[in-house]
């Protein structure tokens, strides 16, 4: 949570150049995001939470490649999705929660990748996103 609160609080602020990748190059971020970890990835859809896609871009992570996709509300809030490989798959995917230098951080561990969303909003507002993010992966 802590890599990805950092990596939220540094490019969510950005006004220029937020993400790599933008959204009108949605397929081309996600197959090389997907390429780079090794995985199918894909960008989940938060319209209905109120959220629209800004775009991507790559990071360095401890197990290498990081993806981070940024998406906006239309009063200009961010909120970041950070996927990245773990050591090992430890079965468990239950939610975690953490406050890391003002960044709320919803986290967990499916397989072998771990999921973190980072925000600026209240800690039930960022649990339903969360919800949402995990549903949309376990349909991939």
């Known amino acids: 949570p802590r890599q990805a609160a950092i990596a939220h609080a540094v490019y969510m602020p950005e006004v220029r150049h937020p993400v790599e990748v933008g959204a009108d190059q949605q397929d081309h971020l996600v197959r090389w995001l ?14 209905r939470e109120g959220y629209e896609l800004v775009g991507g871009r790559l990071l360095p992570g401890e197990q290498g490649a990081v993806a981070q996709f940024m998406y906006q509300d239309g009063k200009g809030r961010r909120l970041t999705l950070y996927v990245s490989r773990v050591r090992e798959d430890r079965g468990d995917t239950a939610f975690r929660y953490s406050r890391e230098d003002g960044v709320s ?3 967990w561990i499916d397989g072998k990748f771990g999921y973190a969303i980072s925000g600026g909003m209240p800690k039930d507002e960022l649990a339903r996103i969360a919800t949402a993010v995990y549903d949309q992966f376990q349909k991939n």
């Open 105 to 107: 951080v919803f986290y």
């Open 34 to 47: 997907s390429k780079r970890l090794g995985t199918d990835l894909k960008a989940p859809v938060l319209t």
